[in-house]
């Protein structure tokens, strides 16, 4: 046990030197999380150890993260090819895997209670993994300058929230950045839970942290159970009315006003502008 504490104490301060180290060397280069933020889940890999890291959006901080978790597994999904090619030519060694996400960040309200439709196709070897921790800091998600870029909304990360719920260990730590945005916020509050929410990292943006329960059943789980039932109930119920079985979308279902948990500010409505509020620099995400 002593032994335990003593390694994890080392293991911490070699974090904390490489952080500044990498940060100096990335000097000039757009590192989108801040230090500090970069700091937090250093110290939550130094807790664990070696072990299975899991996330969404390569940037110049992907190498640090394999560099930390030295001796486990760290896995980054993209979605962007071309930044993807370049970030794997800079750095061979990292495990990246091209991603897509089908939906675009206006239909968020939505797809929030659309399991089906969050759902992602991963790669089987990420897929038939539970991972320790899980980074979401990706796709883009910030509406007015992705608009400007691409002429086309960004993808938001409501399916990488919604994945990360599902393939996150019993347990697992859960970190997400831009937490300070309306659709952020609301995917992290219905599918991490709010209760689970352990810290939060202040910096440009919000950095939250959430721990998932030991129980192995994820929230997303639950929603999907908690839908098959009440669509069961309900077919049930159109039998009876009409003596017809006719089927429904969990999106319909999941417009129950009791199971939706949006925050305050996004069941007023959310401008656009609010929607993704801070523009996209190469420097912040
Ligand atoms: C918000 S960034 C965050 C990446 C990383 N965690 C960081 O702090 O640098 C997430 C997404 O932005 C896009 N992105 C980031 N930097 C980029 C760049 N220099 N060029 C093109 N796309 C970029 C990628 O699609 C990436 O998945």
């Known amino acids: 046990m002593k032994l335990l504490a003593t390694a994890r104490r080392w293991r911490r301060r070699v974090f904390d030197g490489l952080v500044p ?3 100096a060397k990335l000097k000039g280069e757009p590192m989108l999380l801040e230090a ?4 937090a889940i250093a110290a939550c890999l130094a807790d664990r150890g070696p ?3 899991l996330i969404f959006g390569l940037g110049h901080d992907s190498a640090l993260w394999a560099r930390v ?3 486990g597994r760290t896995v980054f999904l993209e979605d962007q090819a071309s ?3 370049k970030v794997a030519a800079a750095h061979p060694a990292l495990e990246t895997h091209l991603v897509t996400y089908a939906t675009r960040l206006g239909q968020w309200e939505a797809l929030l209670e659309s399991p089906r439709q969050l759902a992602m196709t991963l790669p089987e070897t990420v897929a038939a993994e539970r991972w320790d921790v899980v980074l979401v800091d990706g796709p883009r998600g910030d509406l007015e300058s992705f608009r400007a870029e691409h002429g086309i909304d960004p993808p938001g990360r409501m ?3 919604f994945e990360a719920s599902r393939l996150g260990a019993p347990g697992g730590d859960v970190f997400v950045h831009d937490c300070e945005r309306p659709v952020e916020r609301a995917y992290a509050a219905r599918y991490l839970g709010e209760h689970n929410r352990v810290g ?3 910096g440009r943006a919000l950095l939250a942290h959430y721990r998932l329960p030991e129980a192995s059943q994820s929230l997303a789980e639950k929603g999907s159970a908690v839908a098959a039932c009440v669509l069961c109930l309900h077919s049930r119920h159109l039998r009876t009315v009409d003596g017809l079985s006719r089927g429904r979308e969990p999106a319909v279902l999941g417009n129950h006003p009791r199971r939706r948990q949006v925050p305050r500010a996004n069941a007023r409505g959310s401008s656009p502008r609010e929607i993704g509020d801070r523009p996209f620099r190469r420097g912040s995400s």
């Open 21 to 23: 180290l990498v940060a």
């Open 36 to 39: 500090k933020e970069l700091r």
């Open 51 to 53: 072990c299975r890291f």
């Open 69 to 71: 978790n030295a001796g």
């Open 83 to 85: 930044w993807r090619a």
């Open 159 to 161: 399916c990488s929230l």
């Open 200 to 202: 939060d990292v202040r």
